[in-house]
């Protein structure tokens, strides 16, 4: 990265970075915990599924809105205001007992979520030069894999300690999800030092960019069919090990932090095979291979097989994940990257609202196997998708000029 070291946004970068990886320590623990504190407070399956989708119904509704928005008035505040909103609904996660307070503080959750990763991928492309720029998505992405193993290490015993010494809350989960806020608010320090140069007045947001995107809605395809098939499984994946194969806490802790480990270590080999076959083509096999790793998890009964198979399974499916939102942001002019941003996010939480209800009904329905198989079937499709449309295009060199790419100074 010598490049961005000498960068003159290399300080605004450190502190994106740094909030980045508080951020993905939160991730880490509170998904760890969060259904596991669902089933505790004695809320059935088909509600629990429903409270998953939650976030993305209503990411459909400021999508649009937030990026548009975050163009016209530059990534800092987006970035600020998301993470308070984060830290805000996951204080009433762990306090709530009652369905509708549970489901207000995953509803801002949700809606934080949304508005600082639509204004990340911007971010990162403004940042960054086109030789770069592979390589800065392919390091926030590892950071945020990076903080997930820890968090999800120290998350492991968490419910002992607050148990333990001091227990908060409704359930034995809720202390480790309150802590998380913790780490949230926390996020918000390193933001508020980012310097962002006054942004010239874009007009109407919807002139200028959508005639030079036109494959705006072929590329956010693809994250419609990956959206359903993540929220099929992915959210539910410590159930499975947990009622399945009946591990511990600590060992869906040690299980889900092995992981993070892996996929951080294989974001940064990504752009090194991306430089021999093509970002997109790097895409699909990774994400092909990891499909038959998820397959062999739903069709062994063994423990250990199921748990090497998941840590595959995750870093292949994530480590070309940057690559595809790098390609995508190079589709489109500066100044309308975050509304892009936003309809790749808007497209991405409403495959997440469909599956996260579906996987529900399949859980219930035809057992925890049911979930796993058809998130194959919906990535099987997204990821065919993404090499026939997209490969032969990523050979073509990118019409617009890279220096476009810093005409104004973000987050």
Same mark, same amino acid.
């Given at each position: ?134 390589? &800065? @998505? !392919? =390091?926030? *992405? +590892?950071?945020?894999?990076? $903080? ?5 290490? %120290? ?99 040690? &299980? @889900? !932090? =092995?992981? *993070? +480990?892996?996929?951080?270590? $294989? ?5 090194? %095979? ?101 998130? !194959? ?35």
């Amino acid at each position: 990265m010598r490049t961005l070291q000498r960068s003159r946004y290399t300080r605004n970068v450190r502190l994106f970075l740094i909030a980045m990886a508080l951020h993905g320590l939160s991730s880490a623990i509170y998904g760890l915990w969060l259904n596991l504190h669902l089933l505790d407070l004695g809320y059935p399956r088909g509600l629990m599924g429903a409270l998953n989708a939650l976030p993305s119904a209503i990411a459909l509704g400021i999508g649009l809105p937030a990026g548009w928005w975050t163009d016209r008035i530059g990534r800092r505040p987006m970035l600020i205001l998301g993470s308070l909103m984060m830290a805000i609904g996951t204080v009433g996660v762990g306090l709530g007992i009652s369905p509708v307070w549970v489901g207000v503080g995953i509803g801002l959750i949700g809606a934080g979520y949304n508005l600082f990763f639509i204004a990340y991928a911007p971010f990162l492309a403004e940042n960054a030069s086109g030789a770069e720029r592979a390589r &800065l @998505f !392919a =390091l926030a *992405s +590892a950071v945020l894999f990076w $903080a997930g193993f820890v968090g999800e290490g %120290i998350g492991s015993m968490l419910p002992d300690l607050f148990r333990a010494f001091t227990p908060l809350g409704p359930t034995i989960y809720a202390g480790p999800i309150l802590f998380t806020a913790l780490l949230d608010f926390m996020a918000v320090l390193p933001l508020l030092g980012i310097r962002e140069a006054p942004r010239r007045s874009p007009g109407n947001p919807t002139m200028g960019w959508p005639k030079r995107a036109l494959g705006v809605p072929a590329m956010a395809f693809p994250n419609l069919m990956l959206g359903i098939g993540a929220a099929l499984s992915i959210p539910f994946l410590n159930v499975y090990f947990h009622e399945r194969y009946q591990l511990d806490d600590s060992m869906l802790g040690v &299980l @889900f !932090a =092995l992981t *993070s +480990a892996f996929t951080g270590l $294989a974001t940064l080999l990504a752009p090194r %095979i991306a430089r021999w076959i093509g970002r997109i083509a790097t895409v699909a096999l990774t994400q092909g291979l990891s499909i038959g790793f998820l397959v062999g998890m739903a069709l062994t009964d063994q423990a250990a097989l199921a748990a090497v198979a998941m840590v595959l399974r995750g870093a292949l499916m994530n480590m070309a994940s940057p690559l595809y939102i790098e390609f995508c942001m190079e589709q489109v002019p500066a100044s309308g990257r975050a509304a892009v941003s936003g309809i790749l996010n808007l497209t991405w939480e409403a495959g997440w609202m469909v599956g996260a209800v579906l996987s529900g009904f399949l859980q219930q329905q035809y057992g925890l196997d049911s979930m796993l198989l058809a998130t !194959a079937v919906f990535y099987g499709v997204g990821t065919l998708y993404q090499y026939l449309a997209f490969a032969s295009r990523d050979r073509v060199e990118v019409a617009y000029p890279q220096g476009a790419v810093r005409q104004q100074v973000s987050c």
